[in-house]
């Protein structure tokens, strides 16, 4: 893997955290949302990193193997990230004792008495999948260029190819 790679492997599972960061530290912390983007910023590191080492590599690979490494397929695979941990989040609902997930006022205490209501609230997990895959994207194949006369791009295969740009070679 290059040096791209590792990069975006490590900044995707932050950006849940990212996000929720600014809300838990600009809503008033008697507000329920207050409490929840707070629960979000501590445990979304715990939820993301491992789901994007046991799903997210291999997917990568896979994708990477089937030559699907554009933007539209790395955010569906996102989004499939997401659902699949959604889903295993639901499942640990059913275990779960009574008070497991809510957060209000800065407290973490759950309350989960449904699969249905679990799957309900880890339905953050699949757009959660979609920024960090976007993240990942960018970081990846070149959404932020180091240099800016070359015109990085994705061929069909997922690797990435360098070319000038039409503007300095005169055309």
Known sequence: ???????????????PALLALPIA??????SSL???????????????IPATLLIGVPMFLWFRRRGW????????????????????????SLTASPNW?????????????SFLEGLAYAALFVPFGVAMAWIFWAIAFGAWMPNNSLERTVNDHGFVKQRRAAAQLGR
């Open 101 to 113: 997930y809510y957060a209000n006022a800065g407290r973490f205490y759950v309350h989960s008495s």
């Open 34 to 48: 207050s409490g929840f983007a707070l629960f979000v910023t501590v445990w979304s590191p715990v939820i993301a």
């Open 69 to 92: 490494l554009k933007q539209r397929h790395v955010l569906l695979g996102g989004a499939l990230v997401g659902a699949i941990v959604t889903l295993l989040f639901a499942i640990l």
């Open 25 to 30: 530290l600009l809503v008033p912390p008697s």
């Open 1 to 15: 893997m290059n040096r791209r790679l590792i990069c975006a492997f490590v900044a995707a599972p932050l950006v």
